[in-house]
Structure formats: C-alpha cells, structure tokens
C-alpha cells in the first residue's frame, strides 16, 4: 500500500451505533488531519496530530473522538451521531510545516440514519 | 472569519482553452503557504501546486501556474489547455502553520468538448 488509506470507504450507521474509521499513512509523516467535508460547505479541518500529539481540535463535539497511536495511525471513533454529521470524512497527512502539502486518503462516506 | 475566498461556485471553460480560477486569502501572518487542490468525483483530494509566501516567481507545475499577488491577497490557479478530465471541484487552501490549514469554499470546473 502506499500513500494514505482510509476504511471504511461507505458507512451507514444509526444514531445509537458506535464505528470507527481508519486512516493510514506510509508516507513517513508527522503530521495527520481530520476533515470533515459537507455539501456546499469548505471543508472543516476536525483535528491535527503532530508527532502523536493531539494540537489542534476545532470545537469538535464529543461524539467524535480522535485517536492517534502512532505517527502512521489516525482513527475517529464516531458515537451517538446525529444525521447532520452525514458527510465525507477525510484524512491527510504531512510532513509537518506550512509549506508541506497535505496528502489526503480517499475518504469515508458516512450516513447517519 | 472566512481565511479563503472563492468566489466562483461553477466555471465553464472549452476543452483546450485557457482557464483562471480566483482564490483570496487574509492573513496578518507574513509566513504562509498557498496550495491548490483538485478533487474529482471519486472524492480524493489530489494536490496540484504551491506557493510560499517569500517565492517572489510564480509557481508552476505542467499545466498549471499559480498567479501570486501579495498585495493584493490573491493567489488564482492558470490552467492552461484544459483537457476534459481537469473536470472537477478545485480548491484553495493556506497554510499558517502545521496545525492551521485553511480551505476554501471550492470551484467546480466543466470542461467542454
């Protein structure tokens, strides 16, 4: 495999459902991203690890929840849900700096029935 | 406060005909990174090409250019001898740090045969 993978690619699941998605990166990064990315809307930078560490989480709520165990794993743990949180759930990763690209994964389309 | 600005939801352009799409920007910061994204149907974001904010050329990659005026805070993707797979949304992003990535609203560009 290379670059970044996400799983699942399609998820539905129901408002009660706990899931969990999947990223992974063998691009040797630092850096890896949540977006969260709706219709007609830029997408929402959700959480930023930098060397497994947790620095930046844009008022996200507490349904999502990151979990980042090593520089190559990124997985988001999804609970209680609502349907607006219906969307492409998209992960990236870089080598860290401003004037790094981001290299994203297919992403997870996730509906929330 | 919006960091990125595109103003064109939908552009279309003729198959092998020249095609600008517009990006603004706002930041007081003096170091940043500017970055174009395409994203076809499948969903994957694809990066296209960067500018740093000290490159005083402008960018270019193949067929793309990226069109850099600082003063003016903008930052517009020239591609040239558009083919009908450039068909897709375009985005653009900066970067102020590892952990402060920002996109835009997005383009979506038709290409006509």
């Known amino acids: 495999e290379t670059g970044v993978t996400q799983t699942p690619r399609h998820l539905v699941m129901g408002m009660t459902n706990k899931k969990s998605l999947k990223c992974e990166q063998h691009?040797?990064?630092?850096?890896m991203y949540w977006y969260k990315q709706s219709a007609k809307k830029p997408l929402e930078l959700m959480f930023v690890y930098n060397f497994k560490e947790q620095t930046e989480n844009n008022s996200v709520p507490s349904r999502f929840s990151p979990e980042c165990p090593n520089s190559s794993h990124l997985f988001l743990h999804l609970h209680t849900l609502q349907p607006e949180d219906s969307a492409l759930y998209l992960c990236?990763?870089?080598?860290?700096?401003?004037?790094?690209?981001?290299?994203f994964g297919p992403g997870t389309r996730l509906t929330v029935l | 406060a919006q960091k990125i600005t595109q103003t064109q939801p939908g552009m279309f352009v003729q198959e092998k005909e020249a095609v600008t799409l517009d990006c603004t920007y706002d930041?007081?910061?003096?170091?940043?990174?500017l970055f174009w994204y395409k994203q076809p149907s499948s969903g994957e974001m694809i990066f296209l090409i960067y500018?740093?904010?000290?490159?005083?050329q402008n960018a270019t990659e193949g067929r793309y250019s990226l069109n850099f005026q600082k003063a003016r805070k903008s930052a517009n993707l020239v591609i040239s001898a558009s083919q009908l797979g450039d068909s897709a949304m375009y985005f653009c992003?900066?970067?102020?740090?590892?952990?402060?990535?920002?996109f835009g609203s997005g383009t979506k560009l038709n290409v006509k045969p």
């Open positions: 691009l040797g990064h630092n850096a």
């Open positions: 930041t007081s910061d003096q170091s940043y990174g």
């Open positions: 990236a990763s870089s080598q860290g700096g401003r004037g790094r690209e981001q290299f």
């Open positions: 500018q740093g904010s000290y490159d005083e």
């Open positions: 992003a900066m970067s102020l740090s590892v952990d402060k990535f920002y």
